[in-house]
């Protein structure tokens, strides 16, 4: 149990365009999702915090217009990297939790994102 | 502000040969302490949760202890399958983000 997956594993995508990453809890109701970010060899960056139904909580430094999150429902959650440059290009993990149940975040296997 | 630091930053070990990874954090009320394992490239893959001081857990050659301050994973007998990054994260007694540490790098050698 408690399987999230990620779509796409991998993107590429030039310069100014959009793309969107989606996020699903696959055998249980996520009540939270988060969206990390992650650099080579460095740990996981929280970047936002979303409620089902509710508007995503951006961390500090974090951009909202250019990530934007949709939490539509218990099961699915996604993110889209508008006009993407460059420096966007990074691994771009989801978690989820059933907070019902208990605290443990499980993680997607992330995306990786290529921007040229 | 809840704060976790993980030592070593890289642990090399020869196959067979047992240490500890430590996890210190402070935290306002711990609601849990967590242990995932990360291989290059993939996303964290959940170990263990432990919530208060004296539980252990264990989970084929893992075994996780918590202290008020402090989490210890001991990997007994390491494989070379056994090397990956370990990370250790908390939540505060308000069960809000996690708080990643930066995590330990584990390469168990043949």
């Known amino acids: 149990g408690a399987v999230v997956s990620q779509h796409p594993s991998r993107v590429i995508c030039k310069s100014g365009t959009s793309v969107k990453i989606e996020c699903r809890s696959l055998d249980f109701q996520a009540t939270t999702m988060f969206w990390y970010r992650q650099f080579p060899k460095k740990s996981l960056m929280l970047m936002a915090t979303s409620n089902e139904g509710s508007k995503a909580t951006y961390e500090q430094g974090v951009e909202k217009d250019k990530f934007l999150i949709n939490h539509a429902s218990l099961t699915l959650s996604t993110l889209t990297v508008t006009s993407a440059h460059p420096e966007d290009s990074s691994f771009y993990i989801c978690?989820?939790?059933?907070?019902?149940?208990?605290?443990?975040?499980?993680f997607g296997p992330g995306t990786r994102l290529t921007v040229t | 502000e809840d704060q976790v630091t993980q030592s070593p930053e890289a642990l090399r070990l020869q196959e067979g040969e047992s240490s500890s990874l430590n996890c210190s954090y402070t935290v306002s009320g711990l609601r849990g302490l967590f242990w995932y394992r990360q291989d290059p490239g993939k996303g964290p893959e959940f170990l263990f949760t432990l919530y208060s001081a004296g539980e252990e857990k264990e989970k084929e050659r893992l075994k996780a202890t918590l202290t008020k301050k402090e989490s210890f994973l001991h990997i007994t007998a390491p494989k070379p399958e056994d090397s990956a990054t370990y990370l250790c994260?908390?939540?505060?007694?308000?069960?809000?983000?996690?708080?990643f540490g930066p995590g330990t790098r584990l390469s168990v050698l043949p």
């Open positions: 994260a908390v939540t505060n007694r308000y069960g809000q983000n996690f708080v």
């Open positions: 978690s989820a939790r059933d907070l019902t149940r208990s605290y443990e975040q499980y």
